[in-house]
Each structure stands twice: as C-alpha cells, then as structure tokens.
C-alpha cells in the first residue's frame, strides 16, 4: 500500500460537500472506500454513471432524495460529473439534511464544476488528487530516489502502473488508458467527433515539452481552425491531461510572453502517446522529461500543502530563459531546471531578469537539491 498525503477525514463534515478532483485512474474511489471503510458512521455510495443514481439526483427532488440517504451519515457519489443537474442535488443535502456529510469525486472539471460553483458556494470544499508524488513513494517504501527515477520518468506514477509487476504490464497499462480512457469525458460530455485529432494533437504537444507552443502552427499541422485548436487545448486542460504555463510579463519591454506552453500530468501518458518507452540513458529528451517532472513535483507539494501561488515561465526578446517562475505573497522566486548537476554548476541568472527584477531570488534546480526544492 502507498500511503496518500491527503487524509479525507480532514474534509469531511455535516452540512457540507467535499469534491475531490483528479484525473481519472488515480486513486479518488480507492481513496474515499478506504476512509469509508474505517469510519464508524453509516454510508452509501453511488456511482455517477449508473442509471439508477442519475435518475435519483438528477430530478433535484428533495423527497425522493431524502427517502433514499436519510439514515445514513455520509453520501458519497463517484464520478458526479456524469449526473445532470448534481450540483442543485448536492445543495438541497447541504441545506435540508445539514446531517449528512456529502463526498463527491470527478474527472472532468469542464462537467462538475460548471454544475456545482454556483449553488455550493460556501458549502463545499475542494482538493485535487494526482498520481501519486515522489514524497509518497518515498516515504511509504524507505528507498532513494535513483532507485526509482528510471520508472517515474518513464512510465509515470499512476497507482496502477507504478504497482505493476513488469515493464509489459506497465507499458499495456497506459497504452490501454490511452486509448481507451484519455479521452472519455471529453467525448462524452462535449460532443466532440475528432478523437483523431485530439490525438494528434496530443502527440504534437508531447514533442514541445518546455517550449512555447504556436496555435497556429498546431492548426495548419492539424488542418483545423484556430478556434478549434483553442477549444481541444481547453478540453484537455479540464480533463486533466495537459496544463498551460503562461509566460510572465510585467509590461517590461524586453520581455516576451504570448506564446504558452503545456506540460503533461504524468509522464507516463506522454511517452505512451509517441510509444517511446526507452530507458533514460539513451533517450535525447531527458531534459523536457526531467523539466516536466520537476515542475509537477512542485505543483503537487503546493497542493497538498496549500501554498498558494502563481506559476509561469519567462523569455526575453534576446532569448534567456527561465524554466519556473513562482509569484508567492506579492514576490518573484525563479527557478532554473537542469538535469546535470555540472550544468546546473554552471547555470547563472540571466542579466536581464536580475535588472528587471532584483528583488527576486533565483536558483537552479537539479537532481542534488530535487527534494529540497519540492519541499519548500
């Protein structure tokens, strides 16, 4: 057993909702039966995509609803995304039944949160579980992380496919999560009939890791519009695929930022899309895969821990670069990330980032100070 940072029980309370929100295969139904399972109080669970729980709560019937969950503590409804209307169901619990303590999963923001922002606020609270991070396999299994570094930047850490036995299963697991889950909620939800080209255009991402991507270039190279690129983008984004980091720009006039660029949750469904499962030691992409995996290294400790900030990357007209920029309490922290440790001996803060902000600190992030970094 893996042991997660997130301790559900810090969530779950009468008269309120607590969403849970990740991609899919990543442990919230796991996460949530467990916590049921050691709870002393009664519940019920639901699955969103069973007929019967999508007639019960999509109606938005008090009645019919409080017949059903009223002797019990805890409702918790798995994959509420795939119920119409849920967010008006979820509210009339919290409001009329301020007994019950209400537990939601979802896969798909694009779904749940257009259903429950409006009538939960102030009745819910939100938290975001990925696949798992290098501090939970650190700590549950007691080993360093050389020892695991080849199969993380490889195959990724979803639960399913870090505990497989092999290299085979490992690959089968996320060529099959690939092709048959990635893209589920987008086209179920969204209607959308180019799963073709949602593909390809993953795939096109998957070679830009760390550089600023063209929409333009992605539509004439895809042979759609624009506007359907933004849309696919944006889809993918709320499926929890892919996310953007935007350029950061003060109006400063030697700075440049129009351009985002997009990075992948887990690695292991980047290399399972360009089928490039090779070791480390003869692969000419490890510094995008090492890039990529530090920056959600950090995005995971600043969720699990609550540290609120801003992330971006930074490109002067002339070219220098800064891989992470995070904008913390109204200060600018740069981070520059290099696989080699003798490169990262050698990096130094780009003149015109210290001119155009020398109050900022800087530091080049590499395998010797990884930990260190994440942890912050």
Not at 246 to 264: A, L
């Amino acid at each position: 057993m893996i042991q997660r940072i997130l301790e559900i029980s810090k969530f779950v309370k009468p008269g309120k909702t607590f969403l849970l929100m990740g991609p899919r295969r990543v442990g919230k139904t796991y996460l949530i039966t467990e916590y049921l399972k050691n709870t002393n109080k009664k519940y019920i669970k639901f699955d969103g995509s069973d007929y019967n729980t999508s007639e019960l709560f999509s109606d938005n019937n008090l009645s019919k609803i409080k017949n059903v969950i009223e002797k019990y503590d805890i409702v918790f409804i798995d994959e509420a995304q795939e119920v119409k209307n849920i967010g008006v169901s979820l509210k009339l619990i919290n409001d009329h039944m301020p007994e019950i303590s209400v537990i939601a999963t979802g896969s798909s923001s694009f779904e749940l949160n257009n259903q429950v922002r409006e009538p939960l606020v102030g009745r819910s609270t939100t938290r975001f579980l990925y696949p798992f991070s290098i501090n939970e396999l650190i700590q549950n299994q007691e080993i360093q992380f050389n020892e695991i570094k080849n199969s993380v930047l490889i195959y990724g850490s979803y639960p399913d496919c870090y505990l497989a036995g092999s290299e085979v299963e490992k690959k089968e697991y996320l060529k099959d999560l690939v092709n048959n889950l990635l893209l589920k909620d987008i086209l179920t939800f969204q209607e959308v009939k180019g799963s073709q080209i949602i593909m390809k255009l993953l795939i096109l991402l998957s070679y830009q890791i760390g550089k600023e991507v063209s929409i333009n270039e992605l539509a004439t190279n895809l042979g759609i519009s624009k506007n359907t690129v933004d849309r696919y983008l944006d889809l993918l984004e709320k499926s929890y695929i892919i996310f953007r980091m935007n350029g950061y720009n003060n109006n400063h006039r030697k700075q440049i930022s129009k351009k985002p660029r997009y990075f992948f949750y887990d690695l292991g469904i980047r290399n399972a899309l360009i089928n490039n499962f090779n070791s480390i030691e003869i692969r000419n992409d490890i510094g995008e895969l090492w890039e990529n995996y530090v920056i959600v290294e950090r995005m995971k400790t600043r969720e699990y821990k609550r540290l609120y900030a801003n992330q971006y990357f930074w490109r002067s007209y002339e070219k220098k670069e800064i891989d992470l920029i995070e904008e913390r309490d109204g200060n600018l922290f740069a981070y520059e990330i290099k696989y080699s440790d003798e490169k990262a001996a050698k990096t130094k803060v780009p003149t015109d980032w210290i001119k155009s902000y020398p109050d900022s600190s800087f530091q080049v992030i590499s395998q010797s100070n990884f930990f260190d970094f994440i942890n912050k």
